[in-house]
């Protein structure tokens, strides 16, 4: 069982930066890989970043040279790094782990964080 626990979110003006972080429990996170996810009002989840246990990446075009993913193992949490917010940016950011999940696969993962809120004002 892994939980996750995301911060960093808030309010920032458009053009602006902030770094998210999610923490994660237990002794296995080295062997998961994590992800971003976001919801905006109304809007379906979308995939922001990844980034495989190998440390491999994969990003949302619409973030793509803008947001970046990493991780510190040591400290068992993954940050997303988000310049040159926009507007659009706006949403509930989340958390995800699945265990040795290669980058690209498709399906379900199998940990969520609850969240944490992103509004960037125009």
């Known amino acids: 069982q892994v939980q996750l626990v995301e911060s960093g979110g808030g309010l920032v003006q458009a053009g602006g930066s902030l770094r998210l972080s999610c923490a994660a429990s237990?002794?296995?996170?080295?062997?998961?890989?994590m992800a971003w996810f976001r919801q905006a009002p109304g809007k379906e989840q979308d995939f922001v970043a990844a980034i495989s246990w190998r440390g491999s990446t994969s990003y949302a075009d619409s973030v793509k040279g803008r947001f970046t993913i990493s991780r510190d193992n040591a400290e068992n949490t993954v940050y997303l790094q988000m310049n040159s917010l926009k507007s659009e940016d706006t949403a509930l950011y989340y958390c995800a782990a699945d265990p040795l999940r290669p980058i690209g696969r498709i399906g379900p993962w199998s940990y969520w964080g609850q969240g944490t809120q992103v509004t960037v004002s125009a």
């Open positions: 237990g002794r296995t996170f080295s062997t998961h890989s």
